[in-house]
């Protein structure tokens, strides 16, 4: 089917109390690998591209990749743009394809990060696709983003309201204790402030940083309101390490291939575990009734 909006996929997620997983890929394999675990569990799933990924292989080839990938699927897939800084490659990804994008202006001052979030609603609007935004900046290492994370300050629950309120976002991204990268000492994540956010703007929201934080977490965050679950740091490990496990289990093999599918297979296991974790597991026609 063709690629879906954000916005169904996650009014549904929170309705029914589970999360989609957000993975960001690296090659057409790791997509593949994507789609073919949500498909064998009968799941949704959010496939995001960071910025660096977008300027590694430009926007067309990744949006060629994921529509192929979709059309042959029966699962819904988003392509989702994540952590969006810059306008230009914003309009890009909604004019190539792209069926929801993140506008990160959680560096700016709140008026700012508004004024630039209410211009790529209306462009997301105009395309038929989803928004998420943030305020409060996350902290730890994404791609090229680099935030102190004892710099950071838990998002003002206040601020949230009047930002979702002002805004027709399908995913609210915020500062609630979780930060990218691998942790460097146990999270300690502010449930009370995501189920006061929650309450308060009824939009689903994104839990960031999720390589590393335990299965209790994310059950609770998912019970509380996050509905769309970041994960990057933990399959750029799989990614590298299942490759290499391969040479070091098999270490006179010249042949690319076999490497590519252990590849393959690590990396589809632990997209499947995630997906079974967050409660997505069976909820494909769930997604699809909202759509209609
Ligand atoms: P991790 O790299 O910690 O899994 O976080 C991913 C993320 O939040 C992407 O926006």
Avoid at 75 to 83: A, I, K, Q, T
Avoid at 218 to 247: M, P, W, Y
């Amino acid at each position: 089917m063709p690629l879906v909006s954000l916005e169904p996929v996650l009014k549904t997620a929170l309705r029914d109390k589970f999360a989609v997983a957000a993975f960001n890929p690296v090659d057409y394999a790791s997509m593949k690998a994507m789609v073919r675990a949500a498909e064998e569990i009968d799941s949704p799933v959010i496939i995001q591209s960071s910025a660096k990924t977008i300027r590694y292989y430009g926007h067309a080839a990744l949006a060629a990749w994921m529509r192929e990938l979709a059309a042959d699927s029966a699962v819904p897939v988003v392509l989702h743009l994540d952590h969006g800084k810059d306008m230009q490659m914003i309009r890009t990804c909604i004019d190539s394809g792209w069926t929801s994008v993140m506008i990160d202006a959680s560096d700016k001052p709140f008026e700012e990060n508004l004024q630039l979030t209410g211009q790529v609603v209306e462009w997301a609007a105009q395309a038929g696709i989803g928004v998420e935004a943030e305020i409060g900046e996350i902290g730890g290492v994404e791609e090229d983003l680099v935030v102190d994370e004892d710099s950071v300050t838990l998002t003002d629950p206040e601020e949230a309201e009047r930002f979702c309120k002002a805004l027709d976002l399908s995913a609210f991204a915020a500062q609630i204790g979780t930060a990218h990268g691998n942790y460097r000492r146990e999270p300690s994540v502010a449930f009370d402030l995501i189920a006061d956010i929650n309450r308060r703007t009824g939009t689903p929201m994104a839990l960031h940083g999720g390589t590393g934080l335990s299965e209790d977490t994310f059950r609770r965050c998912i019970e509380l309101g996050c509905a769309k679950i970041n994960i990057s740091t933990n399959l750029k490990h799989v990614f590298i390490d299942s490759f290499t496990q391969f040479k070091a289990d098999n270490p006179n093999n010249y042949e690319p291939l076999n490497y590519l599918s252990a590849q393959f297979d690590a990396l589809k296991a632990l997209f499947k575990a995630k997906m079974t974790l967050f409660g997505s597991a069976g909820k494909s026609a769930a997604v699809l009734a909202s759509i209609g």
